[in-house]
């Protein structure tokens, strides 16, 4: 196919995003085997709350989660509870529950199964009838970006001036490459590099750059067609990746580089990262929380 030149794709503004949340949480168990890792709390707030509230920061109206059978604790915490709110109401708590209820209006917020776990395209392929044929973001589950990294926002910004799918890349140490999709790219100008290429998980001898695929994808809706004629991989798995490369053969991908603020929850290392420095940024908890954490250093002789 002929590839289309980034003007002439229509735009339109990005309202609708897709989370898919629907793995196993394997590196999580014994705790994700009743509780989904998505349900992780960073101190008094899920990891899927920060994902939420990232999208709705940019912009984003209407937000599709992609669930599992064993996931109904994702909707429960975004629908409403007249029980508790009463008791809180009565209770003089205006705060708490001020937040309570901001919790089931920041977006429209949606639900949908995946039937079987056949991997990410097959996922975000779910959406395709609550998308239609729109532009979107997908924001994993599991991946929290600080407000201060600024990628969705970004990304958003950079379709707005392009027209095209943009994908979130990241420099990470060429050995780690081979556990994330890997972009060939060629600058742009500030953020932005245009994607020549992308590899699902290479080997770090043969792998084209050291950028690799972060959580975040803006897609225009021609990704649905691309997904649908992509046949599985490794492990019976329908890969974006894949979609992705096929895409490219229609459209111009661009890709929109950060270098922090990412934060892996699905990683146990990454994930208490997370929590110590969103703790550390909170007024009501970093003074004691530092003094704490000071303590622990110098009784482990990590300071003098």
Do not use: W
Request: proline share 5%.
């Amino acid at each position: 196919m002929s590839k289309v030149p980034m003007s002439k794709v229509p735009m339109s503004k990005v309202r609708k995003a897709v989370i898919p949340a629907a793995g196993l949480g394997t590196r999580f168990m014994p705790f994700s085997k009743a509780v989904p890792k998505e349900m992780l709390p960073i101190v008094d707030r899920p990891v899927i709350q920060y994902v939420i509230e990232e999208a709705v920061d940019a912009g984003i109206e209407d937000i599709l989660i992609i669930t599992s059978r064993h996931k109904k604790v994702l909707e429960d915490h975004f629908d409403r509870m007249p029980e508790l709110e009463a008791v809180l109401e009565a209770k003089g708590k205006g705060e708490e529950l001020a937040e309570l209820r901001r919790l089931s209006e920041m977006a429209q917020i949606h639900f949908v199964r995946q039937g079987e776990a056949l991997g990410l395209g097959h996922a975000i392929g779910t959406a395709r009838n609550h998308v239609g044929d729109e532009p979107f973001m997908v924001l994993l589950g599991d991946d929290i970006m600080h407000r201060s990294a600024g990628v969705a926002k970004g990304m958003i910004k950079a379709y707005q001036q392009h027209g095209s799918s943009v994908v979130a890349l990241m420099e990470v140490p060429r050995n780690d490459i081979s556990s994330y999709g890997c972009a060939a790219v060629d600058p742009l100008g500030g953020q932005l590099v245009k994607i020549q290429g992308l590899v699902e998980k290479p080997d770090p001898e043969v792998a084209p750059s050291n950028l690799a695929i972060m959580g975040r994808y803006l897609f225009t809706p021609t990704i649905f067609d691309e997904i649908a004629d992509t046949e599985p991989g490794v492990g019976g798995e329908i890969q974006i990746t894949d979609a992705m490369v096929r895409l490219l053969g229609r459209e111009e991908i661009l890709g929109y580089t950060f270098s922090e603020g990412r934060f892996d929850s699905g990683k146990k290392i990454d994930y208490l990262r997370a929590v110590v420095e969103m703790a550390l940024e909170r007024d009501d908890l970093g003074s004691e929380f530092r003094e704490i954490l000071a303590e622990v250093a110098k009784r482990e002789g990590l300071v003098g």
